[in-house]
């Protein structure tokens, strides 16, 4: 993702979920998609969908995480 991609959806996540803490990040070796952290712990990956222009967020939830 390109850099001023990045800077929206930072600022987006830090708006919709009221916490500055999150930050999109960028991948080292990917460039269709970046990071999604809270501090030092990764949540998740956001995707660009290039057909529509549409971004989709996916986080993966651990059992031992629940408990």
């Given at each position: 993702?390109?850099?001023?991609?990045?800077?929206?959806?930072?600022?987006?996540?830090?708006?919709?979920?009221?916490?500055?803490?999150l930050?999109?990040?960028?991948?080292p070796?990917?460039?269709?998609?970046?990071?999604?952290?809270?501090?030092?712990?990764?949540?998740?990956?956001v995707?660009?969908?290039?057909?529509?222009?549409?971004?989709?967020?996916?986080?993966?939830?651990?059992?031992?995480?629940?408990?």
């Open positions: 993702m390109k850099p001023d991609e990045i800077r929206k959806l930072d600022a987006y996540f830090k708006r919709v979920f009221q916490n500055p803490k930050e999109v990040k960028a991948r070796r990917k460039d269709d998609s970046a990071e999604v952290y809270v501090g030092d712990e990764f949540l998740g990956i995707f660009k969908d290039e057909d529509d222009g549409d971004y989709n967020f996916s986080m993966a939830i651990l059992d031992i995480d629940l408990g």
